[in-house]
């Protein structure tokens, strides 16, 4: 924090972060608004949550003692320990795919793709599909991947393959599958708008030393895009990490994820057990985006 | 017999850069039409224009940044044709420095000796002696946004010489400084072009700035080149009335069957009858004065050219005022009045 304050003192151009002297009545007024609403939505179910996670329970209801056994339950139960490391399995292979599809689409639209019009309207076809619900993209793959649909008709009509392809649905090859089909567009929005801050005659003054294009996208895009990556990046993690419903579509009831715990266990009554885990997967996310905002200066971006 | 003793004069010449002929087509518009020109070494050459002239796609053409849609470019005895810039010994310093804003001075400087695999110590150590050339060496570790447009232009500068370039182009290098920064910067580039030896070909609208810094002005319009030489003789004796008012301090004077241009510095106002000793001399009303220090500008508006002007001496113009709406001629010396094609 004191480092940002300083590069922004000795940086005549840098935006000031805060004004001297913003501690008026007007200016509380003027937060409270967002401050109930924040309030409400965010902070107190937060709370409660935290509090329902110390609670006791039995088969049929819960009892207020405070106790930390839904958090010794967790943590000493291996099959939450997996079911843990899956997620984040499935959360780095999408982050990864999803970053290299973001970084080259992206890098078409800004850079290849001639004319604001141009890019622009690209960049809206590639909303098109947010169009429809999360539920219906996802379960719109199961046509195509299932034992009689598109993809293994095809192949066996072609003779490519004779027995169909089963690792294609219920898998996690579709889990996999839908999560980069469901979260490219977050990677690609905020690399897309840091290319698009790129001045081009950066591009020429790296060729103009030698650049190649390898190099001038090692030595100037990449870390000129390393916000948009970061934000991206935390998109794409806690959306996988969150995720129920496309784990339990796509795996077909057989995979795990942490939100697929969570909800196993509200289905069973288990609130206070479904609550530890909630809060040790939300702590988890929120360390994940406190790592990626030390590596990168989201504020660079607003 | 003459023009092969000319042609072998002009071959053992010994030219950084030739342009033969060439042309720049942007779809059916034409940005520079069929230019030749022969920059000896260690040139200071200026192109010089109004905006839309073509002198900026000329020096990006000679940069490599804009294919050629016709001729040749030639740069130190080779043909450059496609080439990439670093292969052509060209280093550009743009307009608006194009410093990477992710990198520190240093490894700006040294961004082109990383492009060719110079390892990280000796690259900074090469890039700290440019750094110290333009005096940046103190700001070494600042990242761009920190610096001011003067002193980011010197690291620009430095970048681009770090490659050892033959011809450094520079694409407006001033035109982003305030007015005193500019004339220090000017002095600089001159005395750097000088101690370096290398031809620089500097792009810019200024008539002022290509006067003062050089050896060669080339001044372009609607993508020709309308005159090219040493700065006093673009001054002194314009070839076309549009370099004669694009360098100003001339009055374009339209006489039968052409026109002449005079300084407007040699001009003097007469009493209304012509004296004998001019050779040239034009009537009307006085339709301007502004006194600018060292001389009076007195405008005088004629029917057949309008207005007219004379920087006249201020004890001279004081010793015999004028009022507005006074009729006077504008006198000049048959020397003075060059002819030139409208």
């Not at chain 1, 290849?112 to 622009?120: D, L, P, S, T």
């Not at chain 2, 232009?153 to 400084?177: F, G, N, W, Y």
């Not at chain 2, 034009?282 to 060292?294: F, K, R």
Request: charged letters at 15%; aromatic letters at 8%.
């Amino acid at each position: 924090m004191s480092s940002t304050i300083k590069a922004a003192a000795a940086n005549p151009t840098a935006r000031s972060g805060a004004k001297p002297g913003g501690t008026s009545a007007g200016a509380w007024l003027l937060a409270t608004p967002l401050a109930i609403v924040l309030g409400i939505f965010l902070v107190i179910p937060i709370l409660m949550l935290v509090v329902v996670s110390f609670l006791d329970y039995n088969s049929v209801q819960i009892i207020w003692s405070f106790v930390v056994q839904n958090y010794i339950d967790a943590v000493s139960s291996a099959a939450t320990w997996q079911t843990f490391a899956v997620t984040l399995k499935y959360a780095v292979i999408t982050w990864a795919i999803t970053l290299f599809l973001g970084f080259w689409l992206s890098y078409f639209l800004a850079f290849e793709v001639r004319g604001a019009a141009w890019q622009m309207g690209l960049f809206l076809v590639c909303s098109i599909p947010f169009l429809t619900s999360n539920i219906i993209r996802t379960i719109s793959w199961i046509p195509a991947l299932g034992r009689n649909g598109i993809v293994n008709s095809v192949l066996l009509h072609f003779h490519l393959i004779h027995q169909p392809l089963t690792f294609l649905l219920y898998s996690q090859f579709a889990i996999i599958l839908a999560f980069v089909h469901l979260n490219t567009l977050f990677m690609v929005t905020p690399i897309f708008n840091s290319m698009m801050r790129i001045d081009r005659t950066l591009i020429e003054a790296a060729r103009d030393n030698g650049a190649g294009f390898w190099q001038t996208i090692l030595n100037v895009i990449l870390p000129l895009s390393k916000t948009g990556i970061g934000i991206g990046t935390i998109f794409v993690i806690t959306l996988v990490m969150g995720d129920f419903v496309s784990v339990s579509i796509m795996g077909g009831g057989q995979s795990a994820s942490v939100g697929i715990m969570i909800q196993n266990e509200m289905s069973q009554l288990q609130y206070p057990a479904a609550a530890a885990n909630a809060v040790i997967l939300l702590a988890i996310v929120l360390i994940m985006v406190f790592l990626i905002l030390r590596v990168v200066d989201i504020r660079k971006e607003l | 017999m003459t023009t092969t003793a000319a042609g072998r004069a002009i071959v053992t010449t010994v030219l950084d850069v030739e342009l033969i002929s060439v042309t720049k087509r942007y779809g059916n518009t034409t940005a520079v039409s069929d230019i030749n020109l022969r920059i000896p070494r260690g040139t200071y050459c200026c192109l010089l224009g109004p905006s839309g002239c073509g002198k900026t796609s000329t020096l990006r053409m000679i940069a490599g940044h804009e294919d050629i849609s016709d001729g040749d470019i030639i740069i130190a005895g080779q043909n450059v044709g496609n080439l990439p810039p670093v292969k052509r010994g060209t280093a550009m310093m743009f307009q608006n420095y194009a410093l990477f804003p992710h990198l520190n001075c240093v490894d700006n400087v040294a961004f082109g000796l990383k492009m060719r695999g110079v390892a990280k110590d000796a690259r900074r150590a090469e890039a700290r002696k440019l750094l110290a050339m333009v005096e940046m060496e103190k700001y070494a570790a600042r990242l761009p946004a920190q610096l001011s447009g003067g002193q980011q232009q010197r690291v620009a500068l430095a970048r681009a010489l770090i490659t050892r370039p033959k011809v450094l182009l520079l694409d407006e290098p001033l035109s982003a400084l305030d007015p005193f920064l500019r004339g220090t910067m000017r002095e600089e580039l001159k005395r750097l072009q000088r101690e370096l030896g290398i031809s620089f070909i500097h792009v810019t609208h200024s008539q002022e700035e290509a006067l003062a810094l050089a050896d060669l002005v080339v001044v372009m319009d609607h993508g020709i080149i309308v005159q090219s030489g040493p700065p006093q003789e673009i001054f002194n004796r314009p070839a076309t009335a549009f370099v004669a008012r694009f360098m100003g301090g001339h009055n374009v004077i339209r006489a039968d069957g052409g026109a002449f241009a005079v300084r407007a510095d040699r001009c003097r106002i007469a009493s209304p009858s012509p004296s004998d000793g001019h050779a040239g001399s034009i009537g009307g009303a006085v339709s301007s004065i502004e006194y600018l220090g060292t001389v009076v500008k007195v405008g005088i508006a004629t029917a057949a050219t309008g207005e007219v002007v004379a920087l006249v001496p201020d004890d001279q113009f004081f010793a015999a005022p004028l009022a507005l709406g006074e009729t006077a001629s504008l006198t000049w010396a048959a020397t003075d009045a060059h002819p030139v094609t409208l």
